[in-house]
C-alpha cells in the first residue's frame, strides 16, 4: 500500500513538530554524523574473514561496525575495535576516538576481561567439573569485577561525546542446549558456558542501562543460529585459525548484529 507524496508530506512534518512541541528531544541522525566503533573481537569481526590490512586486530569488511558505514555513510568513521581488547585496551587505545561531534558509538567489550578464551580452552581441554568450575570463575568476576571497569569505559565515552547514542552489543548464547549436535562438548559444558552469557547479558545490560546506554541482547537476535541449531548457524565451532573459533561468522555479524543494529540506529 502507498500513499501520495502531498499527504505523506505533511503528516512527517506535524509529527517532527509534534515531537518538538511535546518537548521530546529529537536525536541527531547518527547516518549524518561521526560513527566511532569500539570493543574487543565480536565487534572487530574477527571469525567473519576479510580482515584487509588490520593485522591482528582482524576488522572484518564483513563486520557489523562496517555495514552499518557502508549502509549509512556517516560523515566520518572511525573503526578502532580489535580482536583480544579487554576494557583497558578501548581506554587506552581506541576511547581517544571518540570526541564531541561523534553520534554514533558501538560497543561489545567484557568477555576477555571476563577470561572468554580461557574459558572455552578449559571446557575443550578439562573434565565436565572443572569446566563448570572455570565457568563459575568467569561468572563470579563478572559479578564482582566486570561493573567496575565497564563503568569506566562508559564514563569516558559520555564525557567525550555526551549527544552520541550509544549502543552496547552483548554476546550471544555459544549453544543451542538439546540441540543437533553428536560430537563435542557435552551438553553440562554447553550449559555451564551458556549461563556464562547469561551472567555477562545481566551485567553488561545492568551497566548500559545506568549509562542510558541502548543494549542489544544477542542472546535474542542469534537464537535459533548457535552452534549445534538445526539451522543455518551464525557461529563458529572449533575452527583454523583458532582465534575465529566461537565468534560470529559473516551471517552472524550481518544477522545477529548489523540487522538488530539499523533497528535502533
Known amino acids: 500500500m502507498s500513499f501520495p507524496r502531498t499527504l505523506f508530506r505533511p503528516l512527517l512534518v506535524a509529527a517532527v513538530t509534534a515531537a ?14 561521526r560513527y566511532v566503533a569500539l570493543g574487543d573481537s565480536y565487534s572487530s569481526g574477527t ?29 566520518s568513521f572511525a573503526f578502532v575495535a580489535c580482536s583480544g581488547a579487554v576494557t583497558s585496551d578501548v581506554l587506552n587505545s581506541q576511547v581517544a576516538s571518540v570526541t564531541s561531534d561523534t553520534a554514533l558509538v558501538t560497543i561489545s567489550i567484557g568477555g576477555n576481561d571476563a577470561g572468554f578464551a580461557d574459558v572455552m ?9 572443572t569446566c563448570v568450575s572455570r565457568n563459575q570463575q568467569a ?14 569505559v562508559y564514563t569516558q565515552i559520555r564525557n567525550r561525546a555526551p549527544s552520541a547514542r550509544v549502543v552496547v552489543l552483548g554476546y550471544p548464547h555459544i549453544y543451542q542446549l538439546n540441540g543437533s549436535c553428536w560430537i563435542g562438548l557435552s551438553e553440562t ?34 537464537a535459533g543460529h548457535e552452534i549445534c541449531a538445526s539451522g543455518t548457524r551464525w557461529l563458529n565451532s572449533v575452527t583454523w585459525p583458532i582465534d575465529e573459533s566461537y565468534h560470529p561468522n559473516s551471517s552472524g555479524q550481518r544477522g545477529g548484529y548489523y540487522n538488530p543494529l539499523e533497528a535502533v540506529a
Not at 584487509?52 to 556517516?74: D, E, I, V
Not at 578449559?122 to 573434565?127: E, G, H, I, L, Q
Open 20 to 33: 518538538t512541541v511535546a518537548g521530546l528531544a529529537m536525536p541527531a541522525s547518527a547516518a549524518t554524523g
Open 47 to 75: 571469525g567473519a574473514g576479510s580482515y584487509g590490512n588490520s593485522g591482528s586486530c582482524k576488522r572484518s569488511a564483513n563486520s557489523y561496525p562496517q555495514l552499518w558505514a557502508n549502509a549509512n555513510a556517516p560523515s
Open 121 to 129: 580452552t578449559t571446557c575443550n581441554t578439562s573434565s565436565d567439573s
Open 139 to 152: 561468572q563470579d568476576f563478572a559479578r564482582t569485577t566486570l561493573p567496575g571497569r565497564l563503568n569506566n
Open 189 to 222: 559444558k554447553r550449559a555451564a558456558i551458556n549461563q556464562s552469557s547469561d551472567v555477562l547479558a545481566s551485567v553488561i545490560s545492568g551497566r548500559a542501562a545506568a549509562y542510558g546506554f541502548t543494549y542489544i541482547d544477542a542472546r535474542n537476535s542469534f
